[in-house]
T-cell receptor
Framework: DAGVIQSPRHEVTEMGQEVTLRCKPI?????LFWYRQTMMRGLELLIY????????DSGMPEDRFSAKMPNASFSTLKIQPSEPRDSAVYFC????????????FGPGTRLTVL | GNSVTQMEGPVTLSEEAFLTINCTYTATGYPSLFWYVQYPGEGLQLLLK?????DKGSNKGFEATYRKETTSFHLEKGSVQVSDSAVYFCALSAQTGANNLFFGTGTRLTVIP
């Protein structure tokens, strides 16, 4: 069974550029979560969706960050413009609302902003 | 509010040593509690969980008991292996209808041969 798929796995970009991270949740899952992990701040929830609808985006750091989920099988996290302090590993996770207690994480995207 | 506090690492143990990683929580209502593990270069994966007081979650030789009286969910393993080297996260899911998790800061474990 395919797990959560994230792309790209690594992204290196220059300050000011737009960055788009992609996530494909596990088929049949109807909740999707975006997290950011850094050494300084640990694991932070940025935003999550239930049935493609954003439920809580209070963790999104600022207006430079935006997330969309146009359908049940795809989500994007966009940073525009990117800054060096956005450098982190970004994880996507999905779960089944009928069994909400377990989240399945993707392998992450390591973002480096120079 | 909801929060999780876990012992700071890193923790370094010799193979076959006993492991304890402390975790305490603050929550409204009756949360479910989890331990997730992150191996190098990978995403987090669920290790074990407990959904009510006095429940014991167990998996791969790891155990944790949901203690409501001490608001704790400490992770233990009787004999660690080199392959257990990873970062361990304690988490809770509040019983408020929301399905998001609150994670601790993680504890890095290194097991040396």
């Amino acid at each position: 069974d395919a797990g959560v798929i994230q792309s790209p796995r690594h992204e290196v970009t220059e300050m000011g550029q737009e960055v788009t991270l992609r996530c494909k949740p596990i088929s049949g899952h109807n909740s999707l979560f975006w997290y950011r992990q850094t050494m300084m701040r640990g694991l932070e929830l940025l935003i999550y969706f239930n049935n493609n609808v954003p439920i809580d985006d209070s963790g999104m750091p600022e207006d430079r960050f935006s997330a969309k989920m146009p359908n049940a099988s795809f989500s994007t996290l966009k940073i525009q413009p990117s800054e060096p302090r956005d450098s982190a590993v970004y994880f996507c996770a999905s779960s089944d609302l009928g069994r909400p207690l377990e989240q399945f994480f993707g392998p992450g995207t390591r973002l480096t902003v120079l | 509010g909801n929060s999780v506090t876990q012992m700071e690492g890193p923790v370094t143990l010799s193979e076959e040593a006993f492991l304890t990683i402390n975790c305490t929580y603050t929550a409204t209502g009756y949360p479910s509690l989890f331990w997730y593990v992150q191996y190098p270069g990978e995403g987090l994966q669920l290790l074990l969980k407990a959904t009510k007081a006095d429940d014991k979650g167990s998996n791969k030789g790891f155990e944790a008991t949901y203690r409501k009286e001490t608001t704790s969910f400490h992770l233990e393993k009787g004999s660690v292996q080199v392959s257990d080297s990873a970062v361990y996260f304690c988490a809770l899911s509040a019983q408020t209808g929301a399905n998001n998790l609150f994670f601790g800061t993680g504890t890095r474990l290194t097991v040396i041969p």
